[in-house]
């Protein structure tokens, strides 16, 4: 499938927004409690067939805990889990149409790459040919044909992650869970394989649950991302969505870089609010998803790539900040300047490098405009 092809395909998977659409997994009223900690608080969830789907959070959040009860491996303590349509709370882990693949692989040393992945259908004794069929079909898929006789530590970091992924897909599970499956491999090796992972996903059918910290993961390979705290999910939306309309400041602040000015709304209206943050200074304008009443305390959040910054005061825009230049971060393709606005506080702004450093006319200690559209920024209240 061409690039224009499968970027057709996946803006036309939106299940979520089909009312005729039947949930794969379901979350009701779901509470799971340690003792007097609860993990999972009163979460109610759907999930869909087909799709790649992230939960998104820092430790202790309790996306494993929700993941561990998906693959059984935990009971929830109130609440009904479903499955395409079956309750699973009394099924154990062996018997649901769920596969787990681990963050340490948990691969077989004793065991060739291609006996690794035939050991989940040995096991349910399926024949010999089926068997032999599916792992040359599972090799074949990974990409690991050259490497079906060779030792777990004869290969690369990498290889192992796939040949992990091949045995967890070997037995067709409707859902496969993926805890962290990327984080043993190095940066570069990551971001490769987060593109394997996402063709994968895409040719299998399969649907794939990642737990991540890694926002940058859970960005590039979701159809869907749930951001979670404290046992809740604050905002289940797209990538787009989940960057460009956060939901609320948490959101807006764990996703990626943002910057944040703290004021009082001044007007609300036409999807849009302003705020007067700092005296002496032209409120600032930005996207409003609901009527705010004037006088609300409200943060504007807005990206540092959507700051633009020049030397001389901007015509015809709608917000204008001055400030005052306290750092340069030279990052090969862009730079981000650290700017002192009139409150104090520090304004983050990116900028492309097109030409070279010596011919740049922005420096360090000089008195600088930052701008940005009436929608590069949200309004937000809580």
Known sequence: MSDAATATALADFVPWEDPQATPLIRFQNVTKRFGDFTAIDDLTIDIYEKEFFALLGPSG??????????????????????????????IPPNKRAVNMMFQSYALFPHLSVAENIAFGLKRDKLPKDQIAARVDEMLNLVQLDKFANRKPHQISGGQRQRVALARSLAKAPKLLLLDEPLGALDKKLRQDTQFELM??????GTTFVIV??????????????????HGKIIQVDTPAKIYEEPGSIYVADFIGDVNLIKGNVTKSGDDHASISWAEGQQDLVGIAHTEIPVGTSATLA???EKVAISVEKPEGVTNAIRGKVLDIAYLGNMSTYVIEIPTGEHIKAQAAN??????????????????????AGVVLTS
């Open 302 to 304: 807005v990206r540092p």
């Open 61 to 90: 959040c309790g996306k494993t805990t929700m993941m561990r009860m998906l693959g059984g491996f935990e009971t929830q303590t109130e609440g009904t889990i479903l499955i395409d349509g079956q309750d699973v709370g009394p």
């Open 212 to 229: 991540t910290h890694d926002q940058e993961e859970a960005m590039t390979v979701a159809s869907r991302i749930a951001v979670m705290d």
């Open 199 to 204: 063709d994968i996903q895409e040719q299998t």
């Open 354 to 375: 097109t030409r070279r450093i010596r011919r740049r006319a922005i420096t360090w200690e000089q008195e600088v405009w930052l701008s940005f559209t009436d929608t």
